[in-house]
């Protein structure tokens, strides 16, 4: 499984980004896929997940309400829309996916497989 994310980039606070992740190596519709984060000094942590039809999604409480989680399983790609952003959002975000269709189970057991990563900057 490999995942390409991009559309980071540096942003003033209050404004907004869209990150997209392309999956290849699988069939993409079968499988949940999240978004989670790492800042400078933090442990890695959980964003959002959507399971594998898009009709599901869980968020961070930190991000309810300013981010989407969104598919096009005809594209293979998963994107986060952020929006409102802080600049305590600035982290290295990062695309994954697990072994199963669950949203719910990829948020709680963790992903299996990891993408690069992608910047996110916020200026205050």
């Known amino acids: 499984v490999q995942l390409q994310a991009s559309g980071g980039g540096l942003v003033q606070a209050g404004g907004s980004l869209r990150l997209s992740c392309v999956a290849s190596?699988?069939?993409?519709?079968?499988?949940?896929m999240g978004w989670f984060r790492q800042s400078p000094g933090k442990e890695r942590e959980f964003v959002a997940t959507?399971?594998?039809?898009?009709?599901?999604?869980y968020y961070a409480d930190s991000v309810k309400g300013r981010f989407t989680i969104s598919r096009d399983n005809a594209k293979s790609t998963v994107y986060l829309q952020m929006n409102s952003l802080k600049p305590e959002d600035t982290a290295v975000y990062y695309c994954a996916t697990g072994e199963g269709y669950s949203d719910y189970d990829l948020k709680v057991s963790g992903p299996d497989y990891w993408g690069q990563g992608t910047q996110v900057t916020v200026s205050s």
């Open positions: 190596g699988r069939t993409f519709s079968r499988y949940a």
């Open positions: 959507i399971n594998y039809s898009g009709r599901s999604t």
